[in-house]
C-alpha cells in the first residue's frame, strides 16, 4: 500500500487535498465543504479565544460529519522589549499620521501560545477533532500521547530536517512539510536559528529516506499537477492554502480577493515586518516601509502584529489596504476562483489526467 492511500485509509479521506488552516482565512463553511468533498479541511485557532475555538468547532460539525483538522500555534511567548518596541512604533508614526492617528501607546501579545494553555488542551481532548496539527514549534510529548490516545491524529510542520527528528522524537504522528514557496507564516521553530529556506521539492527529498512518517507537501501547491508531483516526490497528501483564499467560503475581504486577483499577486515577499515572524504575503506599503534600508527591527512576535492590525483598522476606514497582511504563496498568480468544493473535485480531475 502506498503512503498516501495508507494515510487515506488512516483519516477517511478520498483525496490527498488537505485545506490550509489560514488563521482569518478558514471558516467552518469552507472547512465542511474541502471535508465534504473528500478532503481534509482545516480550522485556525491560534488567533481567537478558546470560546471562539469551541464555537467555530461547533459550527464546524453542523456542516459535516467528516474528519477535519483543527490547527494550533506552539510559539515561544513573545520577548518584550520596551525600547524595541518604541523604537518601531516610531517607525510606523509617519503612517499612522497620514490616517490622522497617533501611534499606539502600548502594544500586546495578542495571540497566545497553544504551550501552556491548559484550557485549550483541555477543549482539544474534550471535543477530539479528528486532526489536531501544531504550528511553530511543538507542545510537550505527554501532550502529544494524550492527544492521540485520545484517538486524534496530530501533525507538525517542519521547515527541515532538523524540526523533523524532533517532530518524530515527539510521537507526532505526521509532518507538514512547508517550503519556502508557502504563504502565511514560516514554521520554523526558532526564528533566531539559521532558516536553508528549502523549496518544498528540495524538502521532501531530503525528508523522504530520513523519516517514516507520512509526509504532506506545503508551499506553492495550486493545483492538480502540483499535488501529482508532490506525490511523486514522496508526499501521502498535499496542504494548500493560497488556492482557497478566493473560494466564497473565505473569509478575505474585498481588498484581498481584488489584489490577489490582480498583477500584485506576482510579487510575494518573506517578511517579519508585519508580525515580527517571517511570513509570505503580498508586497503592500507598510512592507516597503518596514524593509527600508535603516528601518529598525520590528516588535517580537505577535506583539508587531498589533501594530499592523491597529495601522490596518484605522486604514480600512478609508478603503486603503496598504497596510493589511494579505498573505499569499509564490503560486498567488494561479489562484481560481470556485467554491471550496468545486475547487476539489477540479484538483482531483487535475490529479487524474
Given at each position: 500500500?502506498?503512503s ?12 490527498p ?5 489560514m ?12 471535508s ?9 485557532i ?24 483543527v490547527?494550533?500555534f ?15 512604533l ?16 502600548e ?9 501552556g ?11 477530539r477533532p ?13 501532550q ?5 490516545q485520545?484517538?486524534?491524529y ?8 532538523r ?37 518544498t ?12 512518517l ?5 508551499g ?20 494548500l492554502g ?25 510579487s ?17 506599503r507598510l512592507?516597503?516601509h ?21 495601522l ?26 470556485m ?15
Amino acid at each position: 500500500m502506498s503512503s498516501s492511500q495508507a494515510f487515506l485509509d488512516r483519516l477517511g479521506l478520498q483525496l490527498p487535498i488537505i485545506q490550509a488552516p489560514m488563521a482569518g482565512v478558514s471558516t467552518p463553511r469552507m472547512v465542511a465543504a474541502v471535508s465534504n468533498a473528500g478532503g481534509l479541511g482545516s480550522l485556525a485557532i491560534g488567533a481567537g479565544t478558546v470560546a471562539q475555538a469551541r464555537q467555530v468547532i461547533a459550527d464546524t460539525r453542523a456542516l459535516t460529519n467528516k474528519p477535519f483538522n483543527v490547527n494550533v500555534f506552539c510559539h515561544a511567548p513573545a520577548v518584550r522589549d520596551a525600547r524595541r518596541e518604541a523604537a518601531w512604533l516610531a517607525h510606523l508614526a509617519p503612517l499612522f499620521a497620514e490616517l490622522g492617528a497617533s501611534v499606539p501607546v502600548e502594544l500586546d501579545e495578542i495571540y497566545a501560545t497553544f504551550i501552556g494553555n491548559e484550557a485549550a488542551f483541555d477543549l482539544l481532548l474534550e471535543l477530539r477533532p479528528a486532526v489536531v496539527s501544531f504550528h511553530f514549534g511543538l507542545p510537550t510529548p505527554q501532550q502529544v500521547q494524550a492527544l492521540r490516545q485520545a484517538g486524534i491524529y496530530t501533525m507538525a510542520t517542519a521547515t527541515n530536517l532538523r524540526e523533523s527528528l524532533l517532530i518524530e522524537q515527539a510521537g507526532v504522528d505526521a509532518i507538514v512539510a512547508q517550503g519556502v514557496e508557502a504563504g502565511g507564516h514560516r514554521g520554523v521553530f526558532d526564528p533566531q536559528a539559521p532558516d536553508e529556506r528549502h523549496s518544498t521539492a528540495v524538502l521532501l527529498r531530503l525528508l523522504a529516506d530520513r523519516t517514516a512518517l507520512p509526509l504532506i507537501a506545503a508551499g506553492g501547491i495550486m493545483d492538480g499537477q502540483g499535488i501529482r508531483a508532490a506525490l511523486d516526490l514522496g508526499a501521502a497528501a498535499a496542504q494548500l492554502g493560497t488556492a482557497f483564499v478566493l473560494c466564497p467560503e473565505s473569509s478575505a475581504n474585498a481588498g484581498y480577493r481584488a489584489n490577489l486577483k490582480s498583477a500584485r499577486a506576482t510579487s510575494t515577499c518573506l517578511t517579519s515586518v508585519l508580525s515580527g515572524r517571517l511570513a509570505r504575503g503580498m508586497v503592500n506599503r507598510l512592507i516597503e516601509h518596514g524593509e527600508a534600508p535603516g528601518s529598525p527591527p520590528p516588535a517580537d512576535y505577535p506583539v508587531a502584529y498589533d501594530a499592523a492590525k491597529q495601522l490596518n483598522a484605522l486604514a480600512s476606514q478609508y478603503g486603503n489596504s496598504e497596510f493589511a497582511a494579505q498573505w499569499a504563496g509564490q503560486g498567488a498568480p494561479l489562484a481560481r476562483e470556485m467554491g471550496a468544493e468545486e475547487l476539489v473535485l477540479t484538483l482531483a480531475r487535475e490529479m487524474a489526467r
